[in-house]
C-alpha cells in the first residue's frame, strides 16, 4: 500500500556523452546511456511503489523535453518539472523546498533502494531533522529535510568522497538532529558493474 509524501526525483535526459561518463570507457557512449535509462525506470518503478504517481516529481536536465520524460509523465501521471541551473546543491534544495511538507529526494544511480526504506527514511522526519542514505562512495542517495535550507548544501565538494562528511558538517553547524538507517552503494564508477552483474534485479548492464 502506498504512502501519501512528496518524492523528487533528480534525473538527466538520457544523452551519449552526457550521463554515466566514468562508465563510457566500458559500456562505451550508448551502453551508457541505456544503463542510465535502465536504472532510471527502476527508481521511478520503486516511487510508485512507495507514494501516489501525483506526489512524484521527476525534476529533469539536459532535456527536459527528452521524449523519456515525456512517455515517463504520460505513462504514469508524475510531474515533471525542470532543474534550475547551479551546483547540485542549489538543484537539491530547489527540489526540497518546492515539496509542500516534509519529503524526500533522490537519484536515479542506486539499484538497491527500496519503498520500505524509504517509508522508514519519511518517518525518521517525525523524530529528526534530516535523513540521509549515505553512499558507499562518501556521497549519499537519499537527502530528506523536515524544512529547506540551503545552508545545508554551502561549500559541499559535489563529486568527492567528502560530500557526505561535509553535509553532516553543515547539519551539525544548524545545530540539526540526523537520522541515516542504512548506508547503499549506487553505481557510478567501472568497479560499480562487477556488482551490478551480479545483482539479479532485472537490471542488464548492456
Not at 527508481?43 to 536536465?61: D, F, H, K, V
Not at 531533522?129 to 549519499?140: H, K, M, R, S, T
Amino acid at each position: 500500500m502506498c504512502a501519501d509524501f512528496p518524492l523528487a526525483i533528480l534525473a538527466k535526459a538520457p544523452l551519449p556523452g552526457r550521463v554515466k561518463t566514468r562508465l563510457i570507457p566500458v559500456l562505451g557512449a550508448e551502453g551508457a546511456v541505456r544503463l542510465h535509462e535502465r536504472l532510471l525506470r527502476r527508481t521511478l518503478a520503486i516511487a510508485l511503489a512507495t507514494t501516489r504517481p501525483a506526489r512524484i516529481t521527476l525534476w529533469t536536465a539536459l532535456d527536459h523535453a527528452h521524449p523519456l520524460f515525456l512517455e515517463l509523465a504520460e505513462q504514469h501521471g508524475i510531474m515533471l518539472r525542470p532543474q534550475p541551473a547551479g551546483d547540485l546543491g542549489v538543484r537539491m534544495h530547489h527540489a526540497l523546498q518546492a515539496m509542500d511538507q516534509p519529503g524526500l529526494l533522490i537519484g536515479s544511480d542506486c539499484p538497491v533502494l527500496r519503498p520500505t526504506l524509504l517509508w522508514q527514511c519519511r518517518e525518521a522526519l517525525s523524530r529528526v531533522d534530516a535523513v540521509f542514505l549515505p553512499a558507499e562512495d562518501g556521497g549519499y542517495v537519499l537527502v530528506g529535510v523536515r524544512q529547506a535550507d540551503r545552508r545545508l548544501f554551502a561549500s559541499i565538494a559535489w563529486g568527492t568522497n567528502r560530500v557526505m562528511a561535509q553535509t553532516r558538517d553543515r547539519a551539525r553547524e544548524l545545530g540539526w538532529w540526523l537520522s541515516c538507517p542504512a548506508t547503499l552503494w549506487d553505481v557510478d564508477r567501472p568497479e560499480d558493474l562487477d556488482r551490478l552483474s551480479g545483482y539479479s534485479d532485472g537490471i542488464a548492464i548492456t
